[in-house]
């Protein structure tokens, strides 16, 4: 699911009606992108890290790479943001063929 909410307290709300409909056996939720405060309604609703440190069940991951040599060594910047800053990226398991 696209989890969008105008505050924290829908946020939670959200969650927790989902939990109750869904009878689900094993869910997960993508957090790299989440606010610690979101991070914080799945902890209270028994969320926990995966074991292994695993992100998903494929490992499926996004290589970034830049090819200019010509240009400063460190991160690949493009339209100004830096690539390698996760803040920059918006992902979302629902844009993905995980699960």
């Known amino acids: 699911m696209d989890w969008e909410a105008a505050t924290l307290a829908i946020r939670g709300e959200l969650l927790r009606r989902a939990l109750e409909w869904g009878g689900f056996i094993e869910l997960s939720a993508w957090t790299v992108t989440l606010p610690e405060t979101t991070r914080g309604l799945l902890a209270e609703a028994s969320f926990a890290p ?20 010509r240009g400063p060594a460190g991160d690949p910047v493009l339209g100004g943001r830096r690539l390698l800053d996760v803040s920059n990226w918006d992902m979302r398991m629902l844009y993905s063929m995980a699960g």
Not at 50 to 69: C, I, N, Q, Y
């Open 50 to 69: 995966a074991p292994g440190g695993r992100l998903t069940r494929e490992g499926t991951s996004l290589l970034v790479r830049t090819f200019d040599r």
